[in-house]
Nanobody
Framework: VQLQASGGGLVQAGGSLRLSCAAS????????VYWFRQAPGKEREFVSS????????YYADSVKGRFTISRDNAKNTVYLQMNSLKPEDTAVYYC?????????WGQGTQVTVSS
């Protein structure tokens, strides 16, 4: 499966962005999908994940209550709605997918939150 992340940009603190992860290739609905992020000088960290059906979601504590992950299997797309953004959310955001883990990765999309 090939993954394409998009939707990043520059936003002021308190603003919102919606990231998209579009997939092509094999049946998208068989994969759990993840969002990770990596800030400059820091290790890549888990942000959120969503199960194959969309019924189960997980969030890092740092984004819980502000970010919402969802998926539309008919469109082969997963979304990450990010609200109440903070400067510390600034990072390159990556989507990943897999059956047992995150075997497949897309390129990142830059999110910059200004204070």
């Amino acid at each position: 499966v090939q993954l394409q992340a998009s939707g990043g940009g520059l936003v002021q603190a308190g603003g919102s962005l919606r990231l998209s992860c579009a997939a092509s290739g094999r049946t998208f609905s068989i994969y759990t999908v993840y969002w990770f992020r990596q800030a400059p000088g820091k290790e890549r960290e888990f942000v959120s994940s969503i199960s194959r059906s969309g019924g189960t979601t997980y969030y890092a504590d740092s984004v819980k209550g502000r970010f919402t992950i969802s998926r539309d299997n008919a469109k082969n797309t997963v979304y990450l709605q990010m609200n109440s953004l903070k400067p510390e959310d600034t990072a390159v955001y990556y989507c990943a997918a897999g059956i047992t883990s995150h075997e497949y990765w897309g390129q990142g999309t830059q999110v910059t939150v200004s204070s």
